[in-house]
C-alpha cells in the first residue's frame, strides 16, 4: 500500500507540474460562465475570441462543456480532429490567431453522447488544459456549460489564477436570478468578476430598425450595479448573429457594422481596460 501511495503522490505532483507549466505560458485566462442554459453564452465566447483574435492577439477557446460541446460547430470546423504530437495533444488551428479544443473533436460521431460523471469531466478538463500543447497565448477563453456544478468548480480550482468570470445572462427575470447565483459562486471561489454581458438585449426589427423588447432590457446592468460588479454591455437579439453561429461565421467577422458586432467589441474593448488595468 505504501509503494502504490507514493506512485500516486508522483502522478499527482507531475500532473500538476504540466498543468502549471501550460498555464504559464498563457498572460491570460478569462471564464465564461452562465446561470442557466440558453443565454447565448458560446455565442458570446466565440465572438469574444474571435473579434480578441481580429486584433492581432493570440487566443484559445477550451470548450468545457464536456457533454454539450458547441464550440467546433459555431467555428465551422466540427469536422476537424485533435492530433497527437510529440509533446502533447495539437490544438485545432483556426485562421487568423485561434486554437480551439473541445470534446467534439474526440467524439466518434455528431450524435454521440458524453455519459460521464463528475470526475471523468475533471479529467477531462484536466488534460485539456495539461495535456495540449497551447503553446504561448495572450488569452485562452474558457467556455463553460451553465450553472455551478462540476466544471466550473473544476476549472476555478485549476486555473486559480484567471483575470476572472465574464457572466452572460438575458434580460428575464429568472435568468437574472441565476446570473446572481454565479456572480456568488465566482466570488465564493475569490474569482475576480470582469463584468456581465446582457444578451439578447432587445430585437432590431430588420424592417424599421427600432428595438422591440422580446425579453425585457436593463435587467444585467441592475444585477451587475446591485451585485457591486462590472456592466460591460447589452448584445442585441439579431437572427445574423444566430445564422453565423448555425454556419460557422461569428458576427464579429461576418459583418464589422452590425449592431450586435459592434455591441461585442465594445465588450472587448472593456476587457482589455480591466486586463491592462489587472483586474
Not at 500500500?1 to 500532473?15: A, F, G, L, P, Q
Not at 498572460?27 to 465572438?47: D, E, F, L, W, Y
Request: charged content about 25%; some cysteine; proline content about 6%.
Amino acid at each position: 500500500m505504501e509503494d502504490s501511495d507514493k506512485i500516486d503522490v508522483k502522478t499527482m505532483d507531475d500532473n500538476d507540474y504540466r498543468l502549471k507549466k501550460s498555464l504559464a505560458k498563457i498572460k491570460h485566462k478569462i471564464v465564461v460562465m452562465s446561470g442557466k442554459g440558453g443565454v447565448g453564452k458560446s455565442t458570446v465566447s466565440v465572438n469574444l475570441a474571435t473579434a480578441m483574435a481580429m486584433r492581432g492577439y493570440d487566443v484559445g477557446i477550451l470548450d468545457a462543456d464536456i457533454t454539450g460541446p458547441n464550440i467546433p460547430k459555431m467555428l465551422h470546423i466540427e469536422d476537424e480532429a485533435i492530433m497527437s504530437g510529440e509533446d502533447g495533444l495539437v490544438p485545432v488551428m483556426v485562421p487568423p490567431h485561434m486554437k480551439v479544443v473541445s470534446m467534439a473533436f474526440l467524439l466518434q460521431s455528431k450524435d454521440t453522447p458524453v455519459i460521464w460523471r463528475g470526475p471523468m469531466k475533471m479529467q477531462a478538463l484536466r488534460q485539456f488544459i495539461a495535456d495540449v500543447t497551447w503553446g504561448e497565448l495572450d488569452f485562452l477563453i474558457v467556455d463553460l456549460p451553465p450553472g455551478t456544478g462540476d466544471e466550473p468548480l473544476s476549472i476555478a480550482q485549476m486555473i486559480d489564477d484567471s483575470n476572472g468570470a465574464v457572466i452572460v445572462t438575458t434580460p428575464q427575470d429568472v435568468a437574472l436570478l441565476d446570473s446572481r447565483k454565479t456572480v456568488t459562486f465566482a466570488q465564493a471561489l475569490k474569482m475576480p468578476v470582469m463584468g456581465i454581458v446582457e444578451n439578447m438585449s432587445g430585437l432590431i426589427c430588420p424592417h424599421c430598425h427600432k428595438t422591440i423588447d422580446l425579453f425585457k432590457t436593463g435587467g444585467g446592468e441592475r444585477a451587475a450595479e446591485e451585485m457591486g460588479v462590472p456592466f460591460l454591455g447589452r448584445i442585441p437579439l439579431d437572427p445574423n448573429v444566430v445564422l453565423g453561429g448555425d454556419d460557422g461565421m461569428p458576427i464579429v467577422l461576418q459583418d464589422k457594422t452590425n449592431p450586435a458586432s459592434l455591441a461585442f467589441d465594445g465588450v472587448v474593448e472593456k476587457i482589455l481596460a480591466k486586463v491592462k488595468e489587472g483586474r
